[in-house]
């Protein structure tokens, strides 16, 4: 799960960079799924994943949290089988947190069960 994590902030975040990077930019959709295969996270320990997946999102709200709110409407265009998406900053941002926010909910299920 960790690994599934680790390749959504790779991709979603990757768009939120590329966003502050550029004006406007087009980027490629990727499914985290299919990126995954790209990586070696499913391979890694849990607490170097852990370690690397923290600094990583410190990174990410290290730049965004300053931002004033004119900036989270930036916009790119993702291009997903071939259709252009525009989506905001925000709506990366948002699609990010809640998509973690269910991924935490099964993390405490897990702990708790090792924790007996």
């Known amino acids: ?10 991709v ?6 590329a966003i502050l990077a550029e004006d406007k930019p087009t980027r490629q959709g990727v499914n985290p799924r299919t990126w995954i295969n790209k990586t070696n996270y499913p391979n890694q320990k849990f607490q170097p994943s852990l370690r690397a997946f923290t600094k ?11 931002l004033p709110a004119k900036a989270w409407s930036r916009t790119a265009t993702v291009m997903a089988w071939n259709v252009p998406c525009q989506r905001t900053m925000m709506s990366f941002a ?3 947190a ?8 099964q993390f405490k299920r897990i702990v708790e069960r090792v924790s007996r």
């Open 94 to 96: 948002e699609h990010l």
């Open 98 to 105: 809640r998509h973690e926010r269910t991924h935490l909910k």
């Open 12 to 17: 979603w975040g990757g768009h939120i960079e």
């Open 56 to 66: 990583q999102r410190a990174e990410l709200l290290a730049v965004i949290e300053p």
């Open 1 to 10: 799960m960790l690994a599934h994590l680790r390749a959504c902030a790779d």
